[in-house]
């Protein structure tokens, strides 16, 4: 069920089957993904936020790797 943010965005809430809920955020009239809000292991609010949206442009593999430890 989409959940209404404000006059431009609208979102949905994705909850599973343990208490861990994702807000995700869309705008309104072009529907681009906006953002999303979560909370961390401490209960504080964690909100991303997309301000420079580029639609069909190839992301490489790597883009999302986390590093390990040791490479830090």
Request: proline share 3%; glycine share 4%.
């Amino acid at each position: 069920k989409p959940v209404r943010i404000n006059s431009n965005l609208i979102g949905f809430i994705f909850a599973d089957k343990k208490t861990n809920k994702v807000k995700i955020f869309f705008g309104k009239s072009s529907l681009e993904l906006k953002g999303w809000e979560t909370k961390d292991a401490y209960s504080n609010k964690v909100s991303f936020e997309i301000n420079n949206l580029i639609i069909n442009n190839q992301i490489l593999d790597n883009f999302f790797k986390i590093p390990q430890e040791k490479d830090l």
